[in-house]
């Protein structure tokens, strides 16, 4: 009878599993998504026929750069797709002493928007619109969240997509992604809900965080000046002014200002147009801050779940480091050893 706690992956190119005899040769397979940046895979697999003598696998056309492969991992009662991305590297290593194998490294469809600079205006326009046209110019669908702010005037000078987009996104704490063949454009979600729950000595193998109150402050404040009125935007955002406390009780900033006196970050942006943008800006980037209070990475049982851009909750780590948090990445393994799941985490209250 099966075992249901048996690790399981599946791997298709072009939407068609691969073959028993290529399955087999795969050694290992690796996913790792990130909040920032392009999601990546790796496969690893045995590239030698020790009857023949001969490579198994180097020249396979299921293996060719561009071709769509879609990585599922999980276990017999629950697997899940963890990614669709497309082949751009392959790194066969020829050794010596032991036998042939290749390695086939993809990313998902955000490296397209990393492909040439381009110098371009966009007028009268929010952030979130400038990305559902990058989305169109590169063919792909967008899921946006509503950015609210027009800007007159914006410039991408010589920069790829990803590149303006993601600086477009910092300023306001927003975040690019794509899931499959859709760009996602969205506000940072560390108030919602936990997906899973970890338990140190149970499913939390290991965890290492690390509590700062260094770059925390109690107000921060974003200034510039409106070209068209002459006239200076001055907003602040201080405790108080979080999106949430992902089930905490003091906030970094509350807690620093409550030990060591109330603290103050000045940030100049000369690009302002509204007293609305600045608003946004500033609320922005103190909860950016925050979020960076507690800081960990971790490892534990292989959970298809656990995905960047998430919130798990972890317990039995003592009050002050028990709670939610936001998880900015994590690398997913498949290999002889089992399934393991690595992340980083973020969170912004004890």
């Known amino acids: 009878m099966p075992d249901d706690n048996v690790p399981q992956f ?5 939407g068609r599993e691969l073959a028993v005899e290529l399955a087999v040769d795969v050694i290992a397979v690796t ?25 198994k696998w180097i020249d396979d056309d299921q293996f060719a750069v561009g071709v769509e492969l879609e990585i599922k991992m999980g276990y017999l009662d629950h697997i ?3 990614m669709k991305g497309e082949i751009t590297a392959l790194e066969p290593e020829f050794h010596a002493d032991l036998a042939p194998r290749l ?10 928007f990393r492909r040439g600079r381009k110098t371009r205006t966009f007028i009268d326009m929010k952030d979130s619109q400038v990305a559902e046209q990058i989305a169109r110019d590169l063919r792909l669908q967008s899921q946006v969240v509503d950015t609210q702010i027009i800007h007159p005037y914006l410039l991408q000078n010589n920069q790829t997509s990803l590149d303006f987009l993601q600086e477009r996104a910092r300023r306001i704490r927003y975040e690019v992604d794509v899931m ?12 919602q809900g936990k997906v899973t729950t970890l338990a140190f000595g149970d499913k939390l193998k290991a965890f290492y965080p690390r509590l700062s109150t260094l770059g925390q402050v109690s107000e921060v404040v974003v200034q510039g000046w409106n070209p068209q009125t002459k006239e200076a935007i001055v907003s602040r955002a201080r405790v108080g002014d979080e999106i949430s406390q992902m089930a905490g009780s003091t906030s970094g900033p509350a807690l620093t200002e409550r030990t060591f006196g109330a603290t103050q970050t000045r940030l100049v942006d000369h690009h302002l147009f509204s007293q609305t943008e600045a ?20 490892t534990a049982i292989g959970d298809p779940e ?3 851009g998430e919130v798990i909750e972890l317990t039995r780590l003592g009050q002050r480091f028990s709670g939610f948090y936001y998880v900015t990445a994590t690398t997913h393994v498949i290999n002889q050893q089992g399934y393991a799941t690595l992340f980083c985490a973020q969170r912004n209250a004890v």
């Not at 390695?103 to 397209?112: A, E, S, V």
């Not at 499959?180 to 108030?191: C, G, K």
């Open 10 to 14: 599946k791997v298709l190119a072009n």
């Open 31 to 55: 996913v790792s998504h990130y909040t920032q940046g392009a999601d990546v895979f790796i496969i690893e697999i045995n590239n030698w026929n020790s009857d023949r003598q001969e490579f």
């Open 80 to 82: 899940k797709t963890l």
């Open 103 to 112: 390695k086939i490294q993809g990313y998902d469809r955000l490296h397209r």
């Open 180 to 191: 499959d063949r859709t760009l996602v454009f969205r506000p940072v979600p560390n108030e």
């Open 279 to 298: 608003e946004q800006i500033a609320k922005a980037q103190y909860n950016a801050m925050a979020l960076e209070f507690i800081t960990g990475e971790g």
């Open 306 to 308: 656990l995905v960047a």
